[in-house]
């Protein structure tokens, strides 16, 4: 370390790389997080802290009170850090994609009963069926569809919306 | 980043450095100073220095030479404590000290009643006091702040508790000599004194986690861990 303090980068490694084992080892039985990534995080929090106080290094006293001094304060800020971090959180479970609710699943339900819509289409009024077929099923815009079949858009409109709420009430009596 | 790249990193950055000098030493620069800064107060806010070569009673000088022993045996801990395998029990070196300081002021408070009766223990407001003692105090303990964060904060809180309590018992002793006349009773000394030196501890010790931090690591070196 004195060797390193005199700016020796070669002492510094080899220093730094027998003392890593040990810090690890330190580190690991007094940090409580078991994560080796946690661990690993305070030894390089070691590791830099040790860079940065080096100074404070007195080559007449022992080199092992001096970094074990550094770890014991660098855990210990670590578990704190952690602490106040993870007391703000709430683990919760992988939440759903999409609401439990049968209601709000609107998508990939898969189709219903086919036979059953074409049978409730072809029960509605001539107007209402038209409209439907034209705008839902061709997929006309609501001037070609008025176009072809002289009827206004805006009674296309209510048509549509008229023939979509029947059948709607229609496929909703069938499931019951 | 791992371990060993970060190791490199550091030997990279190993430039030569100045090892901080031991506590003792730092400790003898701020309390030497911290006197000449005292004596400098003192001649400039008492209105009567001659008072002080009429004082003859023990106790009071007893009393600042306790407060003195009590700034110097704090700012050592103070020190101490911000050198890593020497900041254990760093705390219970001022504490010999600040009894010896407490006991010959609880003396006095002793002898007052025995003179005086129940008059001796009002407490007398004493702003001119704490205004002296919080001027005599806040320089040497901005002057110890620098001289800590060269060091490694290990305990922010007790340490630079620790400083106010030496850059308080410094303003102490100017509170007491910078005096036109003699405290009305012990018991003020004791409330306001040690009052204002408790309070100036808190106060410091609830800044420490802004005052006093690990010196940079990662810009030190370069380093951003990923």
Known sequence: ???????????????????????RRVVAQRWYVRSPIGVEDVVQDVLLSVHAVRATYDPMRPFLPWLLAIVHHR?????????????????????????????ANTYGTGYGDVDALQVAIRSLPAGQRNAIELLKLQELSLHEASAATGTSVGALKVATHRAMSTLRRMLKTNEH | MNTDQLIERLAQDAVPVRRIAPPAIRTAWWIGLGTVYVVF????????????????????????VATLATAAAAAAAAFRSV?????????????????????????????????????????????TCAFAIAVGSLLPLVAMVPMLRRGAAMTPGPTLALAALAAGGLGAIVGCLSRASRHESSLTVLVWHFGMVLSIALVAACCAPYLLRWPPTSSAVGVRRE
């Open chain 2, 41 to 64: 107060l003192v001649v400039l806010l008492s209105p009567n220095l001659d008072r002080l070569s009429g004082i003859r009673v023990p106790r009071f000088w007893l009393e600042q």
């Open chain 1, 1 to 23: 370390m004195a060797a390193a303090n005199a700016g020796d980068g070669e002492a510094y490694a080899q220093l730094l790389k027998a003392v890593t084992p040990v810090i």
């Open chain 1, 75 to 103: 855990v210990a800020d670590a578990a704190r850090k952690h602490k106040r971090s993870t007391g703000r959180e709430v683990q919760v479970d992988e939440p759903s994609v999409t609401f439990l609710a049968a209601e």
């Open chain 2, 83 to 127: 050198v890593p395998g020497r900041e254990r029990r760093a705390w219970m070196l001022p504490m010999l000290p600040l009894a010896m300081w407490v006991t010959v002021v609880a003396i006095g408070c002793v002898q007052d009643w025995l003179r005086r009766g129940p008059a001796a223990l009002t407490v007398y407001g004493d702003p």
